[in-house]
Protein backbone atom coordinates (compact mmCIF):
# COMPACT_ATOMS: atom_id res chain seq x y z
CA UNK A 1 0.00 0.00 0.00
CA UNK A 2 1.48 3.49 -0.73
CA UNK A 3 2.17 5.91 2.25
CA UNK A 4 -0.51 8.23 2.84
CA UNK A 5 0.24 11.79 1.65
CA UNK A 6 -1.47 13.64 4.60
CA UNK A 7 -0.84 12.43 8.41
CA UNK A 8 -3.18 13.77 10.98
CA UNK A 9 -1.77 13.76 14.75
CA UNK A 10 -3.35 13.99 17.73
CA UNK A 11 -2.15 15.89 20.14
CA UNK A 12 -2.48 13.98 23.38
CA UNK A 13 0.34 15.65 25.48
CA UNK A 14 -2.23 17.45 27.79
CA UNK A 15 -4.39 14.89 28.79
CA UNK A 16 -2.28 11.63 28.45
CA UNK A 17 0.75 13.88 29.07
CA UNK A 18 -0.07 15.34 31.87
CA UNK A 19 -2.12 12.90 33.46
CA UNK A 20 0.18 10.88 34.98
CA UNK A 21 2.70 13.84 36.91
CA UNK A 22 2.87 13.21 40.87
CA UNK A 23 3.44 17.05 41.03
CA UNK A 24 0.40 19.73 41.07
CA UNK A 25 0.40 21.59 37.81
CA UNK A 26 -1.60 24.77 37.67
CA UNK A 27 -4.38 25.44 35.23
CA UNK A 28 -2.35 28.56 33.67
CA UNK A 29 0.58 26.06 32.90
CA UNK A 30 -1.72 23.65 31.17
CA UNK A 31 -3.44 26.32 29.53
CA UNK A 32 -0.34 27.72 28.19
CA UNK A 33 0.69 24.17 26.99
CA UNK A 34 -2.38 24.00 24.86
CA UNK A 35 -1.91 27.62 23.17
CA UNK A 36 1.92 26.91 22.34
CA UNK A 37 0.51 23.70 21.06
CA UNK A 38 -2.46 25.88 19.02
CA UNK A 39 0.08 27.97 17.86
CA UNK A 40 2.84 25.05 16.81
CA UNK A 41 -0.10 24.43 13.89
CA UNK A 42 -1.91 20.69 15.84
CA UNK A 43 -4.79 20.48 14.17
CA UNK A 44 -6.05 18.49 16.97
CA UNK A 45 -5.25 18.76 21.03
CA UNK A 46 -6.81 16.42 23.58
CA UNK A 47 -6.87 19.02 26.46
CA UNK A 48 -8.18 16.60 29.48
CA UNK A 49 -10.92 14.82 30.50
CA UNK A 50 -14.32 14.74 32.65
CA UNK A 51 -13.17 11.54 34.63
CA UNK A 52 -13.14 11.33 38.28
CA UNK A 53 -10.81 13.33 40.58
CA UNK A 54 -10.56 10.69 43.04
CA UNK A 55 -9.23 8.91 40.31
CA UNK A 56 -6.92 10.83 38.52
CA UNK A 57 -6.49 14.32 40.69
CA UNK A 58 -4.35 15.87 37.82
CA UNK A 59 -7.23 15.74 34.90
CA UNK A 60 -9.34 18.06 37.84
CA UNK A 61 -8.94 21.42 36.52
CA UNK A 62 -10.13 20.33 32.61
CA UNK A 63 -13.27 22.68 32.96
CA UNK A 64 -11.34 25.82 34.14
CA UNK A 65 -8.70 24.56 31.15
CA UNK A 66 -11.18 24.88 28.56
CA UNK A 67 -12.36 28.31 30.00
CA UNK A 68 -9.06 29.99 29.62
CA UNK A 69 -7.75 28.28 26.41
CA UNK A 70 -7.44 30.98 23.03
CA UNK A 71 -9.33 28.31 20.89
CA UNK A 72 -8.22 28.66 16.86
CA UNK A 73 -10.28 27.88 14.31
CA UNK A 74 -10.03 24.48 12.10
CA UNK A 75 -8.44 23.00 15.43
CA UNK A 76 -10.40 20.26 17.88
CA UNK A 77 -10.21 20.57 21.06
CA UNK A 78 -11.29 17.52 22.90
CA UNK A 79 -11.87 15.50 26.08
CA UNK A 80 -12.30 12.45 27.41
CA UNK A 81 -15.45 11.07 29.33
CA UNK A 82 -15.67 7.81 30.93
CA UNK A 83 -19.60 7.93 31.33
CA UNK A 84 -22.49 10.39 30.99
CA UNK A 85 -21.32 12.16 34.03
CA UNK A 86 -18.29 13.01 32.43
CA UNK A 87 -19.68 13.96 29.31
CA UNK A 88 -22.48 15.95 30.98
CA UNK A 89 -19.34 18.35 32.84
CA UNK A 90 -17.83 18.35 29.43
CA UNK A 91 -21.09 19.86 27.53
CA UNK A 92 -20.99 22.32 30.55
CA UNK A 93 -17.50 23.35 29.58
CA UNK A 94 -17.87 23.80 26.00
CA UNK A 95 -16.05 20.93 24.41
CA UNK A 96 -17.14 19.95 20.98
CA UNK A 97 -16.03 16.71 20.89
CA UNK A 98 -15.01 14.18 23.32
CA UNK A 99 -13.27 10.54 23.76
CA UNK A 100 -14.65 7.21 25.15
CA UNK A 101 -12.52 4.60 26.32
CA UNK A 102 -12.83 0.92 26.39
CA UNK A 103 -10.30 -1.88 26.37
CA UNK A 104 -9.19 -5.39 25.14
CA UNK A 105 -8.88 -6.51 28.10
CA UNK A 106 -11.03 -7.35 31.13
CA UNK A 107 -8.36 -6.69 33.89
CA UNK A 108 -6.98 -3.75 32.32
CA UNK A 109 -11.02 -2.45 31.98
CA UNK A 110 -11.75 -2.94 35.36
CA UNK A 111 -8.37 -1.04 37.00
CA UNK A 112 -8.99 1.76 34.83
CA UNK A 113 -12.75 2.63 34.90
CA UNK A 114 -14.30 -0.37 37.86
CA UNK A 115 -16.30 -1.88 35.25
CA UNK A 116 -16.23 -5.22 32.78
CA UNK A 117 -15.81 -4.12 28.87
CA UNK A 118 -19.23 -5.16 28.10
CA UNK A 119 -20.52 -2.81 31.07
CA UNK A 120 -18.25 -0.03 30.04
CA UNK A 121 -19.69 -0.62 26.19
CA UNK A 122 -23.35 -0.15 27.94
CA UNK A 123 -22.35 2.84 29.60
CA UNK A 124 -20.93 3.97 26.87
CA UNK A 125 -24.84 4.14 24.62
CA UNK A 126 -26.64 7.03 26.87
CA UNK A 127 -23.04 9.35 25.96
CA UNK A 128 -23.27 8.25 22.78
CA UNK A 129 -26.68 9.34 22.53
CA UNK A 130 -26.33 12.66 24.41
CA UNK A 131 -23.37 13.69 22.29
CA UNK A 132 -25.33 12.89 19.32
CA UNK A 133 -28.03 15.06 20.73
CA UNK A 134 -25.87 18.05 20.92
CA UNK A 135 -23.78 17.84 17.85
CA UNK A 136 -20.63 16.36 19.40
CA UNK A 137 -18.36 13.89 17.61
CA UNK A 138 -16.91 11.07 19.53
CA UNK A 139 -13.57 9.29 18.97
CA UNK A 140 -13.41 5.65 20.39
CA UNK A 141 -10.20 4.10 22.37
CA UNK A 142 -9.00 1.16 22.81
CA UNK A 143 -6.29 -0.06 25.30
CA UNK A 144 -3.76 -2.39 25.55
CA UNK A 145 -4.34 -3.68 22.04
CA UNK A 146 -0.93 -5.20 21.79
CA UNK A 147 -0.37 -6.58 25.37
CA UNK A 148 -1.99 -5.88 28.42
CA UNK A 149 0.02 -5.24 32.45
CA UNK A 150 -2.41 -8.00 34.08
CA UNK A 151 -3.76 -10.30 31.40
CA UNK A 152 -0.80 -10.60 29.02
CA UNK A 153 -1.24 -11.40 25.26
CA UNK A 154 -4.41 -10.13 23.37
CA UNK A 155 -6.25 -11.63 20.98
CA UNK A 156 -6.48 -8.90 17.79
CA UNK A 157 -9.87 -10.84 17.34
CA UNK A 158 -10.64 -9.47 20.65
CA UNK A 159 -9.30 -5.93 20.06
CA UNK A 160 -11.68 -6.12 16.85
CA UNK A 161 -14.69 -7.07 18.58
CA UNK A 162 -14.09 -4.18 21.06
CA UNK A 163 -13.19 -1.69 18.25
CA UNK A 164 -16.00 -3.22 16.09
CA UNK A 165 -18.77 -2.30 18.92
CA UNK A 166 -17.42 1.20 19.73
CA UNK A 167 -17.79 1.89 15.60
CA UNK A 168 -21.33 0.80 15.82
CA UNK A 169 -22.19 2.80 18.13
CA UNK A 170 -21.51 5.61 16.15
CA UNK A 171 -17.41 6.85 17.15
CA UNK A 172 -16.16 8.14 14.30
CA UNK A 173 -12.46 6.77 14.46
CA UNK A 174 -11.32 4.14 16.69
CA UNK A 175 -7.54 4.63 18.13
CA UNK A 176 -6.14 1.47 18.84
CA UNK A 177 -3.98 1.78 22.07
CA UNK A 178 -0.63 -0.38 22.57
CA UNK A 179 -1.11 1.17 26.29
CA UNK A 180 2.24 -0.44 27.88
CA UNK A 181 4.19 -0.89 24.13
CA UNK A 182 4.75 -4.12 23.78
CA UNK A 183 3.53 -4.33 20.37
CA UNK A 184 6.31 -4.65 17.50
CA UNK A 185 5.56 -3.81 13.47
CA UNK A 186 5.23 -7.43 12.69
CA UNK A 187 1.97 -7.70 15.63
CA UNK A 188 0.88 -4.14 14.64
CA UNK A 189 0.40 -5.38 10.97
CA UNK A 190 -0.96 -8.25 11.85
CA UNK A 191 -3.57 -6.22 14.19
CA UNK A 192 -4.33 -3.62 11.55
CA UNK A 193 -4.94 -6.31 9.30
CA UNK A 194 -7.53 -8.42 11.62
CA UNK A 195 -8.78 -5.19 12.73
CA UNK A 196 -9.72 -3.91 9.22
CA UNK A 197 -11.80 -6.68 8.09
CA UNK A 198 -14.23 -4.65 10.51
CA UNK A 199 -13.87 -1.20 10.55
CA UNK A 200 -12.38 0.06 7.75
CA UNK A 201 -8.46 1.58 7.82
CA UNK A 202 -9.24 5.12 7.29
CA UNK A 203 -11.50 5.00 10.60
CA UNK A 204 -8.44 4.04 12.58
CA UNK A 205 -5.85 5.44 14.55
CA UNK A 206 -2.42 4.37 16.49
CA UNK A 207 -1.77 5.08 19.49
CA UNK A 208 1.73 3.75 20.91
CA UNK A 209 3.46 4.04 23.97
CA UNK A 210 7.54 3.99 23.37
CA UNK A 211 8.29 2.16 26.73
CA UNK A 212 10.12 -0.94 24.49
CA UNK A 213 11.90 1.84 21.96
CA UNK A 214 9.07 -0.01 19.12
CA UNK A 215 6.59 3.27 18.71
CA UNK A 216 7.95 4.65 14.97
CA UNK A 217 8.37 1.57 13.75
CA UNK A 218 5.05 0.78 14.95
CA UNK A 219 3.72 4.05 13.13
CA UNK A 220 6.04 3.18 10.02
CA UNK A 221 4.00 -0.75 9.66
CA UNK A 222 0.96 1.45 10.25
CA UNK A 223 1.47 3.75 7.02
CA UNK A 224 2.37 0.95 5.50
CA UNK A 225 -1.21 -0.95 6.21
CA UNK A 226 -2.63 2.56 5.07
CA UNK A 227 -3.85 4.19 8.48
CA UNK A 228 -2.71 7.78 8.76
CA UNK A 229 -4.24 9.03 12.22
CA UNK A 230 -1.42 8.78 15.27
CA UNK A 231 -1.57 10.08 18.93
CA UNK A 232 1.41 11.36 19.91
CA UNK A 233 2.06 13.26 22.77
CA UNK A 234 4.72 16.48 22.89
CA UNK A 235 8.08 15.68 24.82
CA UNK A 236 6.89 12.07 25.15
CA UNK A 237 4.94 12.98 28.34
CA UNK A 238 2.87 10.62 29.78
CA UNK A 239 2.32 6.70 30.62
CA UNK A 240 -1.24 5.57 31.76
CA UNK A 241 -2.08 5.71 35.87
CA UNK A 242 -3.46 2.41 35.23
CA UNK A 243 -0.81 0.68 33.34
CA UNK A 244 2.46 0.27 35.13
CA UNK A 245 5.24 0.51 33.66
CA UNK A 246 3.84 2.39 30.65
CA UNK A 247 6.21 5.21 30.04
CA UNK A 248 5.36 7.57 27.62
CA UNK A 249 3.71 8.38 24.32
CA UNK A 250 5.60 8.30 21.48
CA UNK A 251 6.88 12.19 21.66
CA UNK A 252 5.18 14.36 18.66
CA UNK A 253 8.56 15.84 17.73
CA UNK A 254 10.10 12.31 17.09
CA UNK A 255 6.73 11.30 15.02
CA UNK A 256 6.86 14.60 13.02
CA UNK A 257 10.44 14.19 12.18
CA UNK A 258 10.25 11.29 10.49
CA UNK A 259 7.00 12.10 8.67
CA UNK A 260 8.57 15.23 7.40
CA UNK A 261 11.65 12.74 6.30
CA UNK A 262 8.88 11.02 4.31
CA UNK A 263 7.75 13.82 2.98
CA UNK A 264 3.87 13.65 4.31
CA UNK A 265 2.19 16.64 5.58
CA UNK A 266 0.72 17.82 8.66
CA UNK A 267 0.94 21.18 8.56
CA UNK A 268 3.20 21.53 12.06
CA UNK A 269 6.19 23.41 12.91
CA UNK A 270 8.76 21.58 14.62
CA UNK A 271 10.94 24.60 16.01
CA UNK A 272 7.73 25.44 17.48
CA UNK A 273 6.72 22.35 18.49
CA UNK A 274 9.92 21.75 20.28
CA UNK A 275 10.07 24.35 22.35
CA UNK A 276 6.63 23.75 23.70
CA UNK A 277 7.74 20.90 24.26
CA UNK A 278 11.03 22.00 26.19
CA UNK A 279 9.19 25.20 28.19
CA UNK A 280 6.84 22.09 29.65
CA UNK A 281 9.71 19.81 30.83
CA UNK A 282 11.63 22.84 32.37
CA UNK A 283 8.23 23.28 33.98
CA UNK A 284 7.97 20.02 35.40
CA UNK A 285 11.22 19.39 35.93
CA UNK A 286 12.09 16.69 34.04
CA UNK A 287 14.05 15.73 30.57
CA UNK A 288 12.25 16.10 27.24
CA UNK A 289 11.47 12.39 26.12
CA UNK A 290 11.64 13.57 22.48
CA UNK A 291 15.18 12.32 21.14
CA UNK A 292 14.55 14.88 18.32
CA UNK A 293 14.49 18.02 20.72
CA UNK A 294 17.37 16.47 22.63
CA UNK A 295 19.48 16.36 19.67
CA UNK A 296 18.41 19.92 18.54
CA UNK A 297 19.52 21.11 21.95
CA UNK A 298 23.05 19.82 21.38
C1 LIG B 1 -15.10 5.72 35.33
C2 LIG B 1 -14.99 6.04 36.80
C3 LIG B 1 -15.64 7.38 37.11
C4 LIG B 1 -15.74 4.94 37.54
O1 LIG B 1 -15.45 5.03 38.92
P1 LIG B 1 -16.47 4.49 40.01
O2 LIG B 1 -15.84 4.74 41.34
O3 LIG B 1 -16.87 3.11 39.66
O4 LIG B 1 -17.69 5.50 39.72
P2 LIG B 1 -19.10 5.64 40.37
O5 LIG B 1 -20.07 5.85 39.24
O6 LIG B 1 -19.38 4.55 41.36
O7 LIG B 1 -18.96 7.02 41.17
C5 LIG B 1 -18.05 7.14 42.26
C6 LIG B 1 -17.76 8.62 42.49
O8 LIG B 1 -17.13 9.18 41.34
C7 LIG B 1 -17.92 10.27 40.83
N1 LIG B 1 -17.84 10.25 39.37
C8 LIG B 1 -18.30 9.28 38.55
N2 LIG B 1 -18.04 9.63 37.28
C9 LIG B 1 -17.42 10.84 37.32
C10 LIG B 1 -16.93 11.68 36.30
N3 LIG B 1 -16.99 11.37 35.00
N4 LIG B 1 -16.35 12.84 36.66
C11 LIG B 1 -16.26 13.18 37.97
N5 LIG B 1 -16.71 12.39 38.99
C12 LIG B 1 -17.29 11.23 38.64
C13 LIG B 1 -19.33 9.99 41.35
O9 LIG B 1 -20.08 11.18 41.37
C14 LIG B 1 -19.02 9.45 42.72
O10 LIG B 1 -18.65 10.54 43.56
P3 LIG B 1 -18.87 10.48 45.16
O11 LIG B 1 -20.35 10.26 45.34
O12 LIG B 1 -18.05 9.31 45.66
O13 LIG B 1 -18.35 11.79 45.63
C15 LIG B 1 -13.53 6.05 37.30
O14 LIG B 1 -13.01 4.77 37.23
C16 LIG B 1 -12.65 6.98 36.48
O15 LIG B 1 -12.82 8.19 36.52
N6 LIG B 1 -11.69 6.41 35.75
C17 LIG B 1 -10.87 7.20 34.86
C18 LIG B 1 -9.55 6.56 34.67
C19 LIG B 1 -8.72 7.36 33.69
O16 LIG B 1 -8.98 8.53 33.43
N7 LIG B 1 -7.68 6.71 33.16
C20 LIG B 1 -6.79 7.34 32.22
C21 LIG B 1 -7.41 7.53 30.87
S1 LIG B 1 -7.42 6.08 29.86
C22 LIG B 1 -5.84 6.06 29.19
O17 LIG B 1 -5.00 6.81 29.56
C23 LIG B 1 -5.58 5.14 28.03
C24 LIG B 1 -5.58 5.84 26.69
C25 LIG B 1 -6.96 6.43 26.36
O18 LIG B 1 -4.67 6.93 26.67
C26 LIG B 1 -5.21 4.86 25.55
C27 LIG B 1 -4.07 3.91 25.91
O19 LIG B 1 -2.91 4.35 26.04
O20 LIG B 1 -4.36 2.73 26.07
Not at 13 to 38: H, M
Not at 42 to 51: A, D, P, Q, T
Amino acid sequence: MPLPSNVRLVEVGPRDGLQNEKQPISVADKVRLVDDLSSAGLSYIEVGSFVSPKWVPQMAGSAEVFAQIQQQPGITYAALTPNLKGFEGALAAGVKEVAVFAAASEAFSQKNINCSISESLERFVPVMEAAKANGIRVRGYVSCVLGCPYDGAIDPQQVAHVAAELFAMGCYEVSLGDTIGTGTPGATRQLIDVVSARIPRDKLAGHFHDTYGQALANIYASLLEGVSVFDSSVAGLGGCPYAKGASGNVSTEDVLYMLNGLGINTGIDLDQLISAGQRICTLLGRDNGSRVARARQH
